[in-house]
């Protein structure tokens, strides 16, 4: 979700613009029986009125228009570049941003009456655009949760720590960087059952779960994390020096500290 508010604060360059081109060359990536004409159809000439975002879904509201939904998979990035042509962007500089640029990996593009042009480029075709998405089937976004409602979300029965963080419906916006980054700097394993959480607990994981999202976010994204660069084969505990374990929990590869990880 730190780079989708990366993309977010990009296109919101684009409120006020109206779009004149609609070129979603992929159908691939959109959904729910949307079609290339039909998005095309549906966006030409409204102006960009808003742009937000829950968890990882970027939302682009449009004056009396439907709402773009986008989502960006593992790979799919934004390039905006202003009426001048020049480049907005240093997403480049993203971990999983690609390190050259395939023409082919533009899915959609997108031009604006002061010629400025958005491209949705994405290497694995994993990212996804909708209209008017279903905003209630995502829990609340992790960057505004409140203690309480974490809480809450964490009482509902019982499942692997790591798998009630990563899910987008009770939770949204912590990917699987994100969550690994939480549960170390909370000194929480990731397979610790939601049930056998205290008050304690959840007051720590909530403290390091906003700090996570702040500091990571500063430093330029999930990749940032203080336990990446040990999330390798024989990676120790930037803490404490112990070795750290690796297994899949929720599905994804995770890595933690059994020491002070509990
Ligand atoms: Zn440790």
Redo the contacts with the bound molecule.
């Keep these: 979700m730190l780079e989708v508010e990366s993309y977010r604060q990009l296109v919101d360059r684009l409120v006020g613009l109206r779009v004149v081109k609609v070129d979603a060359r992929d159908s691939h990536i959109l959904k729910a029986g949307l079609t290339p004409s039909a998005l095309a159809t549906a966006l030409g000439g409204l102006e960009v009125t808003r742009t937000r975002r829950i968890g990882k879904l970027m939302l682009v509201d449009t004056d009396g228009g439907p709402t773009v939904g986008m989502h960006f998979g593992m790979t799919g990035i934004v390039r905006l570049s202003g009426p001048t042509g020049v480049a907005y962007s240093d997403i480049d500089q993203l971990l999983y941003a690609p390190k050259r640029h395939d023409p082919l990996w533009d899915r959609l593009t997108v031009t604006f009456g002061d010629s400025s042009v958005l491209v949705l480029c994405d290497p694995r075709r994993l990212a996804r655009i909708t209209l008017d998405p279903d905003e209630s089937a995502l829990g609340p976004d992790a960057g505004t949760v409140k203690r309480a409602q974490l809480a809450a979300i964490l009482a509902v029965g019982a499942t692997p720590l790591k798998a009630r963080l990563l899910d987008q419906s009770r939770l949204a916006g912590i990917g699987n960087l994100l969550a690994d980054e939480m549960l170390f700097r909370s000194s929480l394993s990731p397979v610790r059952m939601t049930d056998t959480l205290d008050q304690t607990d959840v007051s720590r994981l909530h403290r390091h779960l906003l700090a996570t999202l702040r500091i990571l976010g500063k430093r330029g994204g999930s990749h940032t994390g203080d336990l990446m660069p040990e999330r390798r084969p024989g990676g120790r505990?930037p803490?404490?020096g112990?070795e750290l374990v690796r297994d899949a929990v929720g599905g994804r590869t995770s890595w933690w500290?059994p020491?002070?990880?509990r």
Excluded: A, E, F
Aim: hydrophobic residues 0%; glycine residues 0%; aromatic residues 0%.
């Design positions: 505990c803490k404490d112990h500290c020491h002070h990880q």
